[in-house]
């Protein structure tokens, strides 16, 4: 895996933010993520001083193979565009990019499946919610217990809830991907499958992504070829997406330069700061129980704003939803979380706007459990390990 990453990233030309993960709230995971929604409007929190470069690191594994990026009229024509508008070097960029792969398996990764399984929130949920990573998730906090404290007073983001998205991401660094992220991005900017339903916009937003890695690499001197994460161009302990990682990675060890390949106190400081930036709001519950009551119920006008909370308690509780203790004293708006289990009855939860800012990390209300859920777990192993 790699390690020691420090890429330079003052006096970036600043795109709109966007998270690390996908929009397909299935339990097939994708790490590219959808346009944020006008609600949310991060405010940008840059490090105290300046990041370092340092070389990036060699990687043991190879990488995935690829065949060469065709050099066509279209990406001469884009890379002496990016070059002006970026002010990027043209032969730095053009070189570059003449050495970037076209990955078919990434073409492959980013369509939907041909044949959707039913959503299952219970198999979901095994899939991280298991003994291997509670395990590490627990050995991850006493190791960085102090970072994690820190991180949660400066930033009002509980340390179980970091604990839970580095977990659920990579298993606390153990899988951060082995594609190039230049062959990654450079085939999901110039052959980003057709077939795909939305394949304009999401064409547009990995060609973002390709420029904003090219800032990156280029202004910090780190090998552009060197670098690799996931098949959608994450990167990382929290696999940031190159525009999350210029808006919102801090260096959290001060030790003068970001790294979130090999310093988990600066993935730490950025998955929380990535949460403020988010409106995270310290010391209100992600969700609550909730009871709902076939027939009693108005589950099209609950479940018609899908995970955007919407109503307020009265409101809620009026259309048949049943609340009880600490969730009738809530004060915030609140979305109805549906949560498929197959050929089994749903699961419900009555979800705040701390899960939702949960959901800009990734717009899956299946992942948003999964992360808390872990969290929980990794927490009461904490307090019996005391």
């Known amino acids: 895996m790699p390690t020691g990453l420090a890429l330079l990233v003052c006096a970036l030309t600043a795109l709109a933010p966007i998270t690390a993960l996908p929009a397909q709230d299935t339990p097939k995971r994708q790490t590219a993520s959808s346009p944020q929604p006008a609600k949310a409007k991060p405010q940008q929190r840059r490090p105290s001083k300046t990041a370092k470069a340092q070389p990036a690191p060699s990687v043991k594994k190879p990488?995935?193979?690829?065949?060469?990026?065709?050099?066509?009229?279209?990406?001469?024509?884009?890379?002496?565009?990016?070059?002006?508008?970026?002010?990027?070097?043209?032969?730095?960029?053009?070189?570059?990019?003449?050495?970037?792969?076209?990955?078919?398996?990434?073409?492959?990764?980013?369509?939907?499946?041909?044949?959707?399984?039913?959503?299952?929130?219970?198999?979901?949920?095994?899939?991280?919610?298991?003994?291997?990573?509670?395990?590490a998730g627990l050995r991850f906090w006493q190791t960085h217990r102090s970072a994690l404290e820190r991180a949660e007073r400066e930033y009002g983001v509980p340390a179980s809830l970091i604990v839970g998205i580095i977990g659920v991401e990579t298993l606390y660094?153990?899988?951060?991907?082995?594609?190039?992220?230049?062959?990654?991005?450079?085939?999901?900017?110039?052959?980003?499958?057709?077939?795909?339903?939305?394949a304009t916009a999401r064409q547009a937003f990995f060609q973002s992504e390709l420029e904003q890695f090219l800032l990156l690499t280029s202004r910090s001197g780190a090998d552009p070829l060197a670098i690799r994460g996931s098949y959608a161009g994450a990167m990382g302990l929290p696999q940031f997406m190159p525009s999350s990682w210029a808006k919102f990675a801090v260096d959290f060890d001060g030790d003068g330069r970001i790294d979130l390949f090999g310093s988990p106190q600066d993935a730490i400081g950025s998955v929380a700061n990535y949460f403020k930036a988010f409106d995270w709001r310290p010391g209100m519950p992600t969700h609550y129980p909730v009871v709902l009551t076939p027939g009693q119920?108005?589950?099209?006008?609950?479940?018609?704003?899908?995970?955007?909370?919407?109503?307020?308690?009265?409101?809620?509780?009026?259309?048949?939803?049943?609340?009880?203790?600490?969730?009738?004293?809530?004060?915030?708006?609140?979305?109805?979380?549906?949560?498929?289990?197959g050929p089994d009855a749903p699961s419900y939860v009555a979800g705040s706007e701390n899960f939702y800012a949960i959901t800009r990390y990734n717009w899956s209300s299946y992942y948003a459990m999964a992360v808390i859920d872990l969290a929980e777990a990794v927490a009461r192993e904490m307090q019996y390990s005391r």
């Open 63 to 135: 990488a995935i193979a690829g065949i060469p990026l065709e050099s066509s009229a279209q990406t001469q024509a884009w890379a002496e565009d990016a070059a002006q508008r970026l002010q990027l070097d043209p032969i730095w960029l053009k070189n570059t990019l003449s050495q970037a792969k076209r990955l078919p398996s990434v073409e492959r990764f980013v369509l939907p499946p041909s044949s959707p399984t039913a959503k299952n929130w219970a198999a979901y949920r095994a899939r991280f919610i298991e003994p291997t990573r509670i395990r």
């Open 173 to 198: 660094g153990q899988n951060t991907g082995n594609f190039r992220i230049l062959d990654a991005l450079a085939t999901l900017t110039f052959h980003f499958p057709g077939a795909h339903p939305r």
């Open 297 to 341: 119920t108005d589950m099209d006008s609950l479940l018609a704003p899908d995970i955007l909370p919407t109503f307020s308690v009265a409101n809620f509780v009026s259309k048949g939803a049943v609340l009880s203790g600490a969730a009738l004293q809530h004060t915030g708006p609140l979305a109805l979380i549906e949560l498929l289990n």
